[in-house]
């Protein structure tokens, strides 16, 4: 399987405070959906933005879709985490899913007919075209979030980055919108951040642990042991899948 993205002895330091990522080696194939789980201040965000070329890293070498992050940083839709917006900003939801189309389309001119088909084929499939109108301020966070998602479907992606996606929606929320990830995963690589182990090993084809380093990213179990050694102390596992699975799909 060619790598869609791969990390080869990542180190990281931001300017102060300790190393945030040290001696990591991932590889992500390509149409894998992998999930990417850890504690607070693991580093997972800081593991997205060096795939993304936002940042460079300390030591070691990070490829994307076979070059540098900066050559592909176009075959990347990317959903940061905690995107703020004033509530207030008027925008509409076609306006913000255009937006994802900045980077394909010349920047003279204003959007062409190409870039408004994209977008709304986007919106179409996140299910939000007919809240196309409706300023994003007015939106629920499961609404806000499916914006987000088409904003970042709107270049046509080869790869799907999100970062804790479905933070500050509730259960129905996320299940739907990774319903919604498993139907992407047909014709893209998928990355998620997630902290809810359980529920995106139902999803994913792959979990990786970060915590610094890398726990884990090979077909083991989680078990409380590896979870202890993960989030630094001990946690009660909710029954339902709880494995660090790595079988190939289907
Ligand atoms: P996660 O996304 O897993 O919560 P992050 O990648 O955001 O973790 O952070 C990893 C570590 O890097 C944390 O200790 C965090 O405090 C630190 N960090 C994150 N961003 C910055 C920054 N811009 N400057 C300095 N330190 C940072
Ligand atoms: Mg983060």
């Known amino acids: 399987m060619k790598?869609?993205?791969e990390l080869k002895d990542v180190s990281f330091a931001y300017d102060i405070g300790p190393p945030a990522l040290e001696h990591v080696s991932l590889a992500v194939g390509e149409g894998e959906f992998l999930g990417l789980v850890g504690p607070n201040g693991g580093g997972?965000?800081?593991?997205?933005?060096?795939?993304l070329g936002l940042l460079r890293p300390s030591s070691g070498e990070v490829r994307v879709a076979g070059g540098t992050p900066q050559e592909s940083r176009k075959v990347i839709g990317y959903v940061p985490q905690y995107a703020r917006f004033a509530r207030d900003f008027p925008i509409s939801v076609e306006e913000t899913v255009l937006?994802?189309?900045l980077g394909t389309t010349p920047l003279m001119g204003g959007y062409r007919a190409a870039d408004r088909e994209a977008a709304r084929l986007a919106m179409a499939e996140t299910e939000v075209l007919d809240l196309r109108q409706?300023?994003?301020g007015t939106l629920s966070g499961g609404q806000l979030q499916r914006v987000l998602v088409a904003r970042a479907l709107a270049c046509d992606p080869r790869i799907?980055?999100?970062d804790e996606p479905t933070a500050n929606i509730d259960m129905r929320g996320e299940t739907e919108i990774f319903d919604l990830f498993k139907a992407l995963n047909q014709r893209m690589t998928l990355v998620v951040v997630?902290?809810?182990i359980g529920f995106i090993s139902r999803y994913v084809t792959r979990v990786?642990?970060?915590?610094?380093?890398?726990l884990c990213h090979q077909p083991v179990p989680i078990g409380p042991e590896m979870i202890e050694k993960l989030y630094g102390m001990p946690v009660q596992l909710i029954p339902h899948d709880t494995t660090c699975k790595t079988e190939a799909k289907p």
Do not use: F
């Open 3 to 5: 790598p869609a993205i």
């Open 44 to 51: 997972k965000s800081t593991l997205l933005k060096l795939v």
């Open 99 to 101: 937006m994802g189309r």
């Open 134 to 136: 409706r300023p994003l």
């Open 160 to 162: 799907l980055i999100l």
């Open 194 to 196: 997630s902290h809810d």
């Open 208 to 214: 990786a642990c970060l915590n610094r380093t890398l």
